[in-house]
């Protein structure tokens, strides 16, 4: 293995609640009705898809879909920067495969404009190679498109690199694009994807340990 492409909401920091507080802002403030039902169904999307999702039930006036979503990403970047938000383990985790020789990406469902706020709360640019954001792709995931967009940056191919991943839709697009997967279920209890193992802290890995061949759960 070469390198390790992480997801970043819910692997390098626990944003979901940023996404939900800034969407209910909002989408609230031009009349959407934003239910935990709803929520439920965008929480895989993309901010464009998101911000289609509910301005086709609850269309709004005087402001188009693409200025929402911008101030929707950013009331979320406003918060990463006020809340504490990171990942415990994440930067001591990625300067240990640093100095392993793993080359480390970043592949994400999120906008492009998200990932430098990220990076810098976390205190990482400097160890991260590349950056892939759905914002550029055809499809986000669950399709593996940000994940064949990172293995073309980091020039490797996919039984080269490890995915982590806190999602079900992360998972089949890494799985898809041909990764070996470890999810990381910390904050998410509804993991049904296979993966090639299962940790709920960076410090429960330990890639010297890996088996070689089949998948197995822990």
Same mark, same amino acid.
């Given at each position: 293995?070469?390198?390790?492409?992480?997801?970043?909401?819910?692997?390098?920091?626990?944003?979901?609640?940023?996404?939900?507080?800034?969407?209910? !802002?909002?989408?609230?403030?031009?009349?959407?009705?934003?239910?935990?039902?709803?929520?439920?169904?965008?929480?895989?999307?993309?901010?464009? !898809?998101?911000?289609?999702?509910?301005?086709?039930?609850?269309?709004?006036?005087?402001?188009? !879909?693409?200025?929402?979503?911008?101030?929707?990403?950013?009331?979320?970047?406003?918060?990463?920067?006020?809340?504490?938000?990171?990942?415990?383990?994440?930067?001591?985790?990625?300067?240990?495969?640093?100095? !392993?020789?793993?080359?480390?990406?970043?592949?994400?469902?999120?906008?492009?404009?998200?990932? /430098?706020?990220?990076?810098?709360?976390?205190?990482?640019?400097?160890?991260?190679?590349?950056?892939?954001?759905?914002?550029?792709?055809?499809?986000?995931?669950?399709? /593996?498109?940000?994940?064949?967009?990172?293995?073309?940056?980091?020039?490797?191919?996919?039984?080269?690199?490890?995915?982590?991943?806190?999602?079900?839709?992360?998972?089949?697009?890494?799985?898809?694009?041909?990764?070996?997967?470890?999810?990381?279920?910390?904050?998410?209890?509804?993991?049904?994807?296979?993966?090639?193992?299962?940790?709920?802290?960076?410090?429960?890995?330990?890639?010297?340990?890996? /088996?070689?061949?089949? /998948?197995?759960?822990?």
């Amino acid at each position: 293995m070469k390198a390790i492409i992480f997801d970043m909401d819910g692997v390098i920091v626990d944003s979901e609640k940023l996404w939900s507080q800034a969407e209910r !802002e909002v989408f609230g403030s031009l009349g959407v009705q934003v239910t935990n039902d709803l929520s439920r169904l965008t929480q895989s999307m993309t901010t464009t !898809e998101v911000t289609k999702f509910w301005y086709e039930r609850f269309p709004w006036l005087h402001k188009s !879909e693409e200025e929402v979503e911008q101030m929707v990403i950013a009331r979320v970047i406003q918060l990463i920067n006020e809340e504490d938000c990171v990942i415990s383990g994440i930067k001591n985790f990625m300067e240990k495969i640093t100095k !392993e020789g793993f080359k480390i990406g970043v592949a994400t469902n999120s906008p492009y404009s998200v990932i /430098p706020a990220v990076l810098r709360k976390a205190n990482i640019s400097h160890l991260v190679d590349t950056i892939s954001s759905a914002e550029f792709e055809e499809n986000g995931k669950p399709q /593996p498109d940000v994940y064949l967009n990172a293995l073309k940056k980091l020039n490797l191919t996919a039984d080269q690199c490890i995915a982590i991943e806190d999602s079900n839709s992360g998972i089949r697009a890494a799985k898809t694009a041909g990764l070996k997967v470890i999810a990381f279920s910390k904050y998410s209890s509804m993991i049904v994807e296979e993966t090639y193992l299962e940790v709920q802290s960076f410090e429960d890995i330990d890639f010297k340990l890996l /088996p070689s061949s089949s /998948p197995a759960r822990t």
